[in-house]
């Protein structure tokens, strides 16, 4: 049981590029979710997903998308990277009832 | 807007004495979350609290709910240098979304 993956582990784009952060569970949790951690901040919420098929807007989605064709992977997508993009990126799931299982992270530096 | 405060968000404490850390939210929740932060790493559940008055305990750390005050705690006791981390509340309102709180940085001072 791997739990939550993330890949890759370290990244960084220059300006105007584009990436797909991926995160993968074998859990068979049904509830997904990315979050993002600026320094010595708080997480924040960019897109979740309560099922294979179907994917909502969190707190910042803006400069990113997401998609969820499978219940085990929940690919992130950055579009035109921008230096605000600059952050470690966060992949959780998590089964019904219970708390969200973290991935190890990505950190991603924007230059 | 669901809004998650925690407070204080750094404390600075000896070994060996008794703080509280206090998350408050804004709307209804059906479930809060507790988690721990180490510089550098993912985050590491601590508790899962499901319903009004629920209280959970795990060593030196103890978390409880109520619900009716949109209000959770967490108590640590006779506090060590290694629970020296950051600690997160996150709460979940109907829509499915998890919100955290800005984080609590403890510094425990042997």
């Known amino acids: 049981n791997a739990g939550v993956t993330q890949t890759p582990k370290f990244r960084i784009l220059k300006i105007g590029q584009s990436m797909t952060l991926q995160c993968t569970q074998d859990?068979?949790?049904?509830?997904m979710y990315w979050y993002r951690q600026d320094p010595g901040m708080g997480l924040k919420l960019i897109y979740y997903s309560v099922g294979a098929g179907i994917t909502d807007k969190g707190e910042v989605p803006n400069g990113y998308n997401v998609s969820r064709s499978t219940t085990e992977d929940f690919p992130l997508r950055l579009e035109l990277a921008a230096p605000s993009q600059t952050s470690v990126y966060f992949c959780a799931s998590r089964a019904a009832a219970g708390g969200p299982f973290f991935g190890p992270g990505t950190r991603l530096t924007v230059l | 807007e669901l809004k998650v405060e925690q407070n204080p968000l750094f404390l600075s404490m000896q070994e060996g004495k008794n703080y509280t850390i206090y998350c408050n939210y804004s709307t209804t929740s059906d479930r809060l979350y507790w988690y721990r932060q180490d510089p550098g790493k993912s985050l590491e559940s601590l508790f899962v609290?499901?319903?009004?008055?629920a209280v959970k305990q795990e060593g030196r750390l103890m978390a409880s709910l109520d619900t009716k005050a949109r209000l959770s705690t967490l108590h640590i006791t006779a506090a060590v240098h290694d629970l020296s981390a950051t600690y997160f509340c996150a709460v979940t309102p109907r829509d499915d979304k998890i919100i955290f709180g800005k984080g609590t940085r403890l510094h425990i001072l042997p």
């Open positions: 609290l499901l319903s009004n008055g």
């Open positions: 859990m068979n949790h049904n509830y």
